[in-house]
Structures are given as structure tokens and as C-alpha cells.
């Protein structure tokens, strides 16, 4: 990858490493050392302080649109033509630092070299043209992208873009049965005004969100340029049985769920494997769940993803027939290709006239796919050296992050001297 002009070392550094630290202990857990920033919770609450604290630092224009999602702009926001950058702060259970927050911290520190550039070249084309008199500049922090409380993934996106219906999503519900709209009221948010936001979509030219790769496909190359996310989606199976004493009743006389349960998990395994594709039982609810009683009720959650949409469809349609469970489909995305003028535009700005700069898949969703359906959509990624992601262990160098906050200001500076 070429040098796309170095982030000015100090004050932007330093700055990175400062917002790193001040995010770092929101939300940790002590015992796990992973983080629990669920959407509308006191830990999301803090998160939600520091992005507004980060923008009027700044001077930026600070919004809350009607789907709770944190908008600062450089510039003005009725302009229209916006380039967009940003991620999510929220979290999985007990998950890791990078996912999300680097996207966010990373646009606030390339934001901050942009503006030290342009008061750097006063006199240079950056400045007749209009960085700041041009094309406004905004940063994003959408809300609930993991679906870690009430199921359901990218919740503040797929409002903004109208893929989730507002009187559904108020009604989705976490384990202790509270609902999206009544915790939203309980923060101080307004769930009557949730939905589809035609206004602000129209204001968005381009959105380019940096992310920690949640694999390990970058090799040597510290940034690469996403293509695509393969289609995936959530499924809620539920087997159902009879309660009963687990130290009298005799095994031919059960109806134990748990095995056909037990079945499913091993059958999604080895049918995802042979197809190339991804099947996860990872979250799983039992009634009664007693140790000494055999319970009347399994209810397990899949999460599947493959390459394509028909092999996607394929895999749950077998595994559905197999269960023996009543399932529901509970989310679903289908193959996201980012825009490809930006795509290859973002592409030759990182890797030169040599091309070096990978451009690779993933399977992991993002707010940038939901997006993708609305407007032109980006994604960079950041090196992760272990692979690691959703746990403690996510890891990305400070020298491969800083290498990111340089790329997307590259990428920024160029979207905004002229149209993507």
C-alpha cells in the first residue's frame, strides 16, 4: 500500500490514543475483560456522552436523529452531498474493543488530521475548493449494530433505511421481557418517532465505515477495501417436550427435547461444511432449566451466513426439515456488493499504481451493508493479527490502527474535493 500522506504525527496520534484510552474502561466487565455495551443500558448511555463530547470538542454540529443514532457534522448538515464515515459503539456479550469503536475513534482522529491539513495549506487547492466551504463531512455512531439485547442486528440502520419496521422493532423484547420501545423511553428517547428517514438519507453522498477485519485475511497489509458481505441471518428454533423428573422417569417414556437439539447442532456443522458455508448455535434458552428436570422446552438461536444467497437458503431449508422445531426467521441480509466506482475508487487511492491493497469478502454484517441499499457504501479494514473478534482477546496493533486513521483521511480528503 502507498503512503496516502502521513497523519500528521502529535496532535493526531496523541489525540487517538486519548479518545482510545477514555473509551477503553466504558462497559468492561472485571472478571471477563470483555465489554458489555448493550443498546439503551447505562454502559451504551456512557458511550453515547463521550461521541457528544467528542463533537462539540470539535465545534461540530452535534444531532440525535429520530432513530437514535449520533450524528457530528463538519459543516453544514442541510447542505446535502455528505460524505459519511463512522461505526457503532454498542457491543456482543463480552466482546472485544476493536469491533466498532475503531471505526468511530478512528473518524473522530482522521477528521482531526484533515483539519490540521487544512489549516496547514491555506493557500493550496484543499482550501479553494472547500473542505470545509465544499461538501460537509459527518461521523456516525449507529445505534444497537450487534442486536446483543433485543435480537436483532443493526437495529438503528435498518430503521434509518426502512428494512425494519418500526412497529416490530418496538416490540422486540430482551431476556427480562423488556421491550425496545419502553427502554428507549426509560432513556430519554422517543419511540413513537422511530422509522424509515428519507430527509437525512437524501443529505448522504457516500458512506465509508472502517472496521477491524474479524479474520485473517489482510496477510501483510495493514488496510485492505471490503467487496462484499455475504448473505446471513438469525433463525430461533424451538423444540418443544414435556417437563419431568430426570431421576425417575424412564428414558422411553420422555419426550426430552434436548436431543433433538443436541442433533440440530451437530447436523448444522457438518452440513455447513460441506456447502462452504458458516452455521452457529450460540445462544440457547431452557425451560424449566433445572439441573434434576428434563425440560418441556429448548429454544436455540442459529446464525448462518455463506457465500451466496442460494447456498444460505439451501442449508437453512435442510436444517429446518431436520430439526423437528418450529423455526423463525428472525433477521436476514441478503449478499451486500459495495458500490463498485467507490469500491475501486477507495481501492486505487490505498494501493497505488501497484494495486497492493487487498480486496476481500467478509462474513461478518455491518451497519455499511445496510446502508449499501440506500446509498453509495465503502468499507476499509483494519489488520487484526489473531483473527480474533466478539471476545477479549480482539486485538489490532496501535501501528496498523494509525495506519487506518491515515487511510480514511486519505479516502475523506479525496471524497470531499469532488464528488464519489
Not at 413513537?192 to 465509508?208: K, M, P, S
Not at 495493514?222 to 428414558?251: C, K, M, Q, Y
Request: with cysteine.
Amino acid at each position: 500500500m502507498t503512503d496516502p500522506g502521513q497523519v500528521e504525527a502529535g496532535q493526531v496520534e496523541d489525540g487517538f490514543r486519548v479518545m482510545w484510552r477514555e473509551l477503553l474502561p466504558v462497559g468492561r466487565h472485571g472478571s471477563t475483560g470483555g465489554y458489555r455495551r448493550h443498546a439503551w443500558t447505562s454502559a451504551d448511555a456512557e458511550c453515547r456522552a463521550w461521541f457528544e463530547e467528542q463533537a462539540l470538542r470539535r465545534g461540530l454540529t452535534y444531532e440525535l436523529d429520530r432513530n437514535g443514532n449520533q450524528w457530528a457534522w463538519w459543516g453544514d448538515p442541510a447542505a446535502g452531498d455528505a460524505v459519511v464515515t463512522g461505526s457503532h459503539l454498542d457491543s456482543v456479550p463480552d466482546g472485544g474493543a476493536y469491533d466498532g469503536p475503531l471505526g468511530v475513534i478512528s473518524a473522530f482522529a482522521a477528521l482531526d488530521a484533515l483539519r490540521e491539513r487544512d489549516a496547514l495549506r491555506e493557500r493550496d487547492a484543499l482550501r479553494e475548493r472547500g473542505v470545509r466551504g465544499g461538501r460537509p463531512l459527518a461521523i456516525v455512531n449507529f445505534g444497537d449494530e450487534e442486536g446483543a439485547r433485543f435480537g436483532v442486528a443493526c437495529v438503528g440502520s435498518r430503521l434509518m433505511t426502512g428494512v425494519l419496521d418500526p412497529a416490530h422493532a418496538r416490540d422486540l423484547r430482551d431476556d427480562d421481557g423488556v421491550t425496545l420501545g419502553a427502554a428507549m423511553e426509560h432513556a430519554g428517547y422517543d419511540p413513537g418517532a422511530i422509522g424509515r428517514d428519507d430527509e437525512r438519507l437524501a443529505r448522504v453522498a457516500a458512506f465509508v465505515e472502517l472496521h477491524v477485519e474479524q479474520g485473517r485475511n489482510l496477510g501483510d497489509a495493514p488496510v485492505g477495501v471490503a467487496s462484499a458481505i455475504w448473505p446471513h441471518g438469525r433463525w430461533r428454533f424451538d423444540f418443544r417436550g414435556e417437563a419431568n423428573h430426570a431421576g425417575t422417569t424412564r428414558l422411553e417414556d420422555r419426550r426430552d427435547p434436548m436431543p433433538a437439539f443436541a442433533a440440530a447442532v451437530l447436523h448444522a456443522r457438518a452440513r455447513a461444511e460441506r456447502a462452504g458455508a458458516l452455521a452457529t448455535f450460540g445462544k440457547v434458552s431452557v425451560e424449566p432449566n433445572g439441573t434434576n428436570a428434563i425440560p418441556s422446552r429448548v429454544t436455540a438461536w442459529l446464525d448462518s451466513r455463506a457465500p451466496d444467497s442460494v447456498t444460505l437458503d439451501m442449508l437453512v431449508k435442510e436444517l429446518t426439515h431436520e430439526a423437528g422445531a418450529t423455526v423463525t426467521c428472525e433477521s436476514y441480509t441478503p449478499l451486500v456488493e459495495f458500490d463498485g466506482p467507490l469500491r475501486d475508487r477507495l481501492a486505487r487511492l490505498l494501493g497505488g499504481p501497484s494495486g497492493q491493497v487487498p480486496v476481500l469478502p467478509t462474513g461478518a454484517g455491518h451497519d455499511a451493508g445496510i446502508l449499501a441499499s440506500a446509498v453509495p457504501t465503502a468499507m476499509l479494514f483494519v489488520r487484526n493479527p489473531t483473527g480474533a473478534s466478539h471476545c477479549p482477546g480482539e486485538h489490532a496493533e496501535e501501528a496498523d490502527c494509525l495506519a487506518g486513521v491515515a487511510a480514511l483521511a486519505h479516502v475523506l480528503e479525496d471524497l470531499l474535493r469532488e464528488a464519489a
